[in-house]
C-alpha cells in the first residue's frame, strides 16, 4: 500500500498544460505588488493580515500529525489559510500574471504580551526556509477542525490570473485525478475530496516507473480503473490480499476513474488462477499486464483531451479569440 503525502508535489500543477512551465514559492515583492487583488480574493473580513513564515523540520509524510502533536504541546489554536506560489507562465501566450493559493494550516500560540506567534512544524515540499501564508476562514470552511487535521481529506487551492487562464488552468486540473482536482478562482466554492486508499494492481508501480509516467503512482492508479477503499474502510488495513467479490465491488466506487475497472481486475484474476496453477510465468503476467496498462494508459489521454477541448470550447469566443 502506498504511502499518502498530504498535499501533492506543487510542481505537478498544470504539468502539461500549454505555458505553464510550473510553480514557485512568491516573492515579498511580487506579492507587494499584487496584494491589493490577491487579498480580497482569499481572506474574509477579520481574518488576521498575511505574514512571513518560517518553515519547520517535520517530515512531510507525517504533516497532519506534525500539526496535531504541535497543537496538544502548545495548547495552541489552529490557523487556516493559504500558502502563496507564483505560476511560472510564459508570456507569449498568457500576458496577464498568475498565481496558485495552496490551502494551508499553521498552529497560534499567544505569548504574556498578548502577541500571537505562528508555528509551522512541517518542511516544505523543495526545501525553501520561508513563505508567505494568508490566514483565511474561507480555506475549506465545509471541513471542521478536526476533519482538516484528519488526513483524511485531500485539501485544494486558489488560482488567480486572466478569467480565461483561470477557467483554461482549473479545466486542466480537474482532469488530474483526485488531488490536483480539488481548485476554483473562489475559495468559498473550493470543496474539498475524500482520500482513498488506492490497491496497485500487479505489476502497475513497476510499469509506472519503467515508462516514467509524470504525477503520482495511485492518482494514475485511479484514474486508470483501479479498485479503491475509503480511509475509514477496514478492508483498506488489507487491501492486497482482498478476493475477487470485493474487488469486483471497487470497480465502480471511484468517481475518478476514465475507464471501467472490472477488464482490469478480470485480468488479475485470470492471471492469478493460472499463476496458481502453473500455467502461466510470473513474466508472462507481467506483459500480459503492462499490455493492459499501456492500453489503458492510452484511453485514460484521448478521455482527458476529449474533456479538455470540450471545457475550452465551452468558453465564450471572445475568450478564445484571445489565447
Known amino acids: 500500500m502506498q504511502a499518502m503525502l498530504p498535499i501533492q508535489l506543487h510542481d505537478c500543477f498544470a504539468c502539461g498544460m500549454d505555458g505553464v512551465a510550473g510553480v514557485q514559492l512568491m516573492s515579498t515583492n511580487v506579492f507587494n505588488k499584487r496584494k491589493g487583488a490577491l487579498l480580497p ?17 517535520g ?21 487556516r489559510g493559504f500558502k502563496l506560489y507564483k505560476l511560472r507562465v510564459d508570456p ?38 520561508e ?24 485539501l485544494g487551492s486558489v488560482v488567480g490570473g486572466s478569467a480565461v487562464f483561470e477557467a483554461r488552468f482549473i479545466g486542466h486540473e480537474k482532469l488530474q485525478g483526485r488531488a490536483q482536482s480539488v481548485v476554483s478562482s473562489n475559495p468559498d466554492l473550493l470543496v474539498s475530496k475524500p482520500r482513498m486508499i488506492v490497491r496497485l494492481p500487479p505489476h502497475f508501480a513497476e510499469w509506472f516507473r519503467v515508462n516514467e509516467r509524470d504525477g503520482a503512482v495511485d492518482n494514475l492508479a485511479e484514474m486508470m480503473g483501479a479498485p479503491v477503499f475509503s480511509c475509514s474502510d477496514p478492508v483498506r488495513d488489507h487491501a ?21 475497472g472490472l477488464r482490469g481486475i478480470k485480468l488479475e484474476l485470470h492471471c492469478r488462477g493460472q499463476l496458481l496453477r502453473g500455467e502461466m510465468s510470473i513474466a508472462e503476467a507481467r506483459r500480459c499486464f503492462f499490455s493492459y496498462f499501456d492500453a489503458t494508459y492510452e484511453k485514460v489521454r484521448l478521455a482527458q483531451v476529449k474533456r479538455f477541448v470540450e471545457c475550452c470550447e465551452a468558453l465564450p469566443p471572445p475568450h478564445l479569440r484571445a489565447l
Open 92 to 129: 507569449g501566450i498568457w500576458k496577464d500574471p498568475a498565481w496558485l493559493a495552496v490551502v494551508h494550516a499553521v498552529v497560534a500560540t499567544v505569548l504574556p504580551s498578548g502577541i500571537a506567534v505562528y508555528t509551522d512544524p512541517n518542511a516544505q515540499v523543495d526545501g525553501a526556509d
Open 240 to 260: 492486497e490480499t482482498v478476493d475477487g467479490v470485493e474487488l469486483y465491488a471497487t470497480a465502480t466506487r471511484s468517481g475518478e476513474a476514465y475507464v471501467d
Open 59 to 79: 517530515a512531510r509524510d507525517a504533516w497532519h500529525a506534525n500539526l496535531r502533536e504541535l497543537l496538544q504541546s502548545t495548547g495552541g489554536t489552529v490557523v
Open 131 to 154: 513563505y508567505i501564508f494568508v490566514p483565511s476562514s474561507r480555506a475549506h470552511g465545509e471541513l471542521t477542525e478536526a476533519q482538516l487535521l484528519s488526513g483524511e481529506w485531500h
Open 41 to 57: 480574493k482569499l481572506r474574509a473580513r477579520g481574518d488576521p493580515p498575511p505574514r512571513r513564515m518560517r518553515a519547520g523540520e
